[in-house]
């Protein structure tokens, strides 16, 4: 079935250091890949998605690449801020014959950034 | 989290007891979820509701019920809850295609 993998948390950095979280795939078909980020006591929002293989999705100075030849969809960021404190959830959605749209999380990876 | 609506935020039960969770939409989309969080677990599917009229089963779905009431509104009902069932819930919407989910801000509930 389908599944996502993430990098074990917690990940903690200072201020202004390079982010990478790892995340990977296993899945049929053509996958949506989505990343989504949870501050404390709040709900999940998305944070950037790609649909297709090579495509890069960003937002708010993150990024991801849709990586099929490796199933991956690594999240990016070149200088994090105490802001970007929060736990982020790769997830994929592959609607495949039956339609129902069902999204797929990994376990979450938990960030923090001192100052 | 605008666009779904959950109540209620937070919420304490006995063993045994029972309650209901709300969800309502304004968006008009047709799918509608329920996930439970729990630590080092990511979210879990619990039931989903891929149209008004229909439901199925997810990941997790035993001791629990649901009812999508009409297109803007899918509760989740716990008859006999249990303390393994202290979780965060959240219910997600989305529509047909390539889109992410909207979620909204989530119950905690707590069974003692």
């Known amino acids: 079935g389908n599944s996502v993998t993430q990098m074990e948390g917690p990940v903690t950095l200072s201020e202004e250091a390079f982010l990478t979280i790892n995340c990977t795939y296993t899945a049929t078909g053509y996958p949506s890949l989505f990343w989504y980020v949870q501050y404390p006591g709040e709900g999940l929002q998305l944070l950037l998605k790609?649909?297709?293989?090579?495509d890069k999705g960003s937002n708010k100075g993150f990024e991801a690449t849709y990586r099929k030849e490796t199933t991956s969809f690594h999240l990016e960021k070149g200088s994090v801020q105490v802001s970007d404190s929060a736990v982020y959830f790769c997830a994929l959605r592959s609607d495949g014959s039956s339609n129902t749209g069902k999204l797929i999380f990994g376990q979450g990876t938990t960030l923090q950034v001192k100052p | 989290n605008a666009g779904v609506t959950q109540t209620p935020k937070f919420q304490v039960l006995k063993t045994g007891q029972s309650m209901t969770l709300q969800c309502a939409q304004d968006?008009?989309?047709?799918?509608m979820y329920w996930y439970r969080q729990d630590p080092g677990m990511g979210l879990r599917l619990i039931y989903y509701?891929?149209?008004?009229?229909?439901?199925d089963k997810g990941e997790v779905p035993n001791g629990y019920n649901v009812s999508r009431l009409n297109k803007r509104e899918f509760s989740l009902r716990l008859e006999s809850a249990a303390p393994s069932q202290t979780s965060v819930y959240f219910c997600?919407?989305?529509?047909?295609?390539?889109?992410?989910?909207?979620f909204g801000s989530g119950t905690r509930l707590t069974v003692v």
């Open positions: 509701s891929a149209s008004e009229g229909t439901t």
């Open positions: 790609a649909t297709k293989a090579d």
């Open positions: 997600a919407i989305t529509t047909t295609g390539r889109y992410g989910y909207t």
């Open positions: 968006m008009n989309h047709n799918s």
